[in-house]
């Protein structure tokens, strides 16, 4: 089987992307996916993603992990695939799509910069050490004074498969604040197991924690991820963070195919 792909990056999360609205794509072969997402045998990718035809929106989402799994929300994937859409001629510059968590809004511009709607947030979990939720992806947050130190992949590994979290494990980020309201992140993704350059919904939990616990007042939060910037801005409205928006680059980088 060939396989007609684009590849695509938001601040340096990578995705493989496919047009399945014709529906060719064996969706439970999980082994195909983790092969085309390996970096060494397959395309290389955090993720693989699918676009689908939809009733309600004008198209929809379906996100694999590396593990070849499919997962919970990708923030950057979202944005990635919206760039994806206007590529394809299926959008324009607005959209709403279908994503696993439900529907998401979306504009695109000419040079594809992407803000993407974001569930709201009614729970956050406080704790001495760590903050806890949930944007779409479940997200650990830990504040850190000295980023660039720490092994991510090795401390990110141990709280995902801690007691906290069970089974289902979480996202682990590690935040430094470096401005008033400006914090730079590292974040350990389950599903690929390791430290990835970026992480949409984990930018997007970090924004909302560093609020939530008085690290800023602010409520456009600009986030420094290893391969680049976010912007994350919201409304608070008593205990629930709403118009969650999360903007960045989502950049093509090449087309190309693979016989499976």
Excluded: W
């Excluded at 092969?35 to 939809?54: A, K, S, V």
């Amino acid at each position: 089987m060939e396989i007609s792909f684009y590849k695509y990056e938001g601040t340096g999360n990578d995705f493989v992307m496919v047009d399945n609205r014709e529906l060719f794509f064996p969706k439970d072969d999980h082994q195909l996916v983790k092969h085309l997402c390996n970096r060494r045998f397959g395309i290389g990718g955090d993720g693989l993603i699918l676009l689908e035809n939809d009733f309600h929106a004008d198209f929809k989402m379906v996100y694999y992990n590396s593990d070849g799994n499919q997962s919970s929300m990708c923030g950057n994937g979202g944005r990635c695939i919206v760039a994806f859409a206007k590529k394809l001629g299926i959008v324009e510059n607005h959209t709403s799509f279908l994503a696993v968590d439900g529907l998401h809004e979306a504009t695109v511009t000419d040079d594809d910069m992407v803000s993407l709607k974001m569930n709201a947030v009614s729970t956050i979990e406080t704790h001495p050490n760590y903050t806890f939720l949930n944007t779409g992806s479940p997200h650990h947050i830990a504040l850190v004074e000295d980023l660039k130190q720490i092994d991510v992949k090795k401390l990110g590994s141990q709280i995902r498969y801690s007691e906290l979290y069970g089974d289902e494990g979480s996202n682990v980020n590690f935040a430094q604040q470096i401005g008033p309201n400006k914090f730079a992140i590292r974040t350990y993704e389950r599903g690929v197991e390791d430290e990835t350059l970026s992480c949409g919904t984990g930018a997007t939990a970090v924004a909302i924690a560093m609020h939530r616990n008085g690290q800023t007042s602010s409520q456009q939060v600009e986030i420094e991820v290893e391969g680049g910037t976010l912007e994350v801005s919201f409304s608070k409205n008593d205990d629930v963070y709403e118009e969650v928006c999360l903007k960045g680059p989502a950049t093509f980088v090449f087309k190309g195919s693979i016989i499976c």
